[in-house]
């Protein structure tokens, strides 16, 4: 889909798309949801299409994911929509962040202090 719209936005409006990285390597945008996506080792897995095209150093596992995060892919159904927006921007230790696996929790943690929620949500 990616590919599509920005070709198209090329092709018709002169606008180049880049790619959304966080200091040059860990993305803004996920493909797949965040708790997959902290588990996709390059060495370990090895190229396979979403590496394709990346540089070596692109951030992968616990570095993959920006800690601004702009968009999440495969998030359909109200109910994991409605938990992932409880971890980022919930109370602290509200169930939905009780839940999570170490990692995911590490990551969850990462975001809300870079977006500085708790100061938000007292």
Known sequence: ????TSKCLEQYLN???????????????????????LTWNRTEQGEWWYWLNKPADRGQMEDCCASRPMGFHKYKQVGPVNSMNQQFYGRPGNIHLRNLKERDSRYVTKVRKAMEIEKYTL
Not at 16 to 33: I, N
């Open 1 to 4: 889909e990616e590919m599509t």
């Open 15 to 37: 606008v180049s798309a880049e790619p959304m990285l966080e200091d040059g390597k860990r993305e803004y945008v996920t493909v797949d949801p965040y708790g997959n996506m």
